[in-house]
């Protein structure tokens, strides 16, 4: 509905198993954030997909991410989850420049855009993963390494019967509390109330998470205004964020 939201649909990414452990609870048959919804690539899109990837792009493997070593520096580490076109996390991580942002997308156009971004804007502290969110933080990230994770307007998906494919879910918050320093933030929006309130009852149920408002958080300055979000603001629509900070010590 964003110009920013991912045009592939998050699905559900938990199931009963493995109580205790966040990636044990995920099988490599069971995850999956996405539905892919590839859409049309344009040809200056592709073609900074093609230049930058190789620059900023960091391949799915198997294997600890050396954030640090990946960066070329050691600083805070934030991921985004589902980056749509990209226009919100370029400003994002130009507005922050003494942070670093993973951002993971499998859309292909809004890679090839983000790259775009990150060529003309000359971003050093932004690298891409184009694979599904939720095999790359139980594979790729370390527990206790994250500064913070955005999840912005993901699919609501508005009917019942297909909210298990929501991406906020039970196990894939426990995932990301996980993978938070203690301190560490986990904002999530949506424009979509019902889901705002499914989103603050999954949240308000993960013990390594505590709520940092009262209900709903204010929007964060470093969040920037889609114009499709200001749109819906200026017609009386309403946009929830949510954030919460990973609480204890690390094992």
């Known amino acids: 509905m964003t110009e920013d939201r991912p045009t592939h649909r998050h699905a559900s990414v938990g199931n009963d198993a493995a109580q205790h452990d966040p990636e ?56 985004e989850i589902g980056f749509g076109m990209g226009e919100s996390t370029a400003k994002i991580a130009a507005a922050r420049p003494d942070e670093d ?15 775009k971004l990150v060529a003309e804007q000359g971003l050093t502290n932004l690298r891409i993963v184009q694979h ?41 918050v426990a995932l990301i509390a996980s993978r938070l320093a203690p301190g560490g933030y986990l904002h999530c ?24 408002a009262d209900g709903y958080a204010p929007r964060p300055d470093y969040r920037p205004l889609t114009k499709f979000e200001n749109r819906g603001l200026k017609l009386g629509h309403g946009v929830w964020d949510l954030v919460f900070r990973r609480t204890g010590t690390v094992e």
């Open 24 to 79: 044990s609870r995920f099988s490599s048959r069971s995850i999956r954030s996405f539905v892919l919804r590839q859409g049309r690539m344009t040809a200056a899109q592709q073609r900074c997909l093609d230049e930058m990837m190789p620059k900023i792009g960091i391949p799915y493997r198997i294997a600890p991410l050396g954030l640090d070593e990946a960066f070329g520096r050691v600083a805070p580490h934030v991921v």
């Open 189 to 212: 929006a949506t424009d979509w109330q019902e889901y705002a309130e499914w989103m603050l009852e999954v949240l308000s149920a993960e013990p390594l998470l505590a709520n940092t």
């Open 132 to 172: 599904d969110a939720v095999e790359v933080l139980r594979d790729m990230i370390g527990e206790g390494t994250l500064a913070g994770v955005h999840v912005f307007f993901p699919d609501p998906w508005h009917k019942k019967r297909h909210h298990k494919r929501r991406i906020i879910q039970k196990d894939f």
């Open 101 to 115: 942002f993973l951002a993971i997308e499998v859309h292909g156009p809004g890679v090839g855009n983000l790259c």
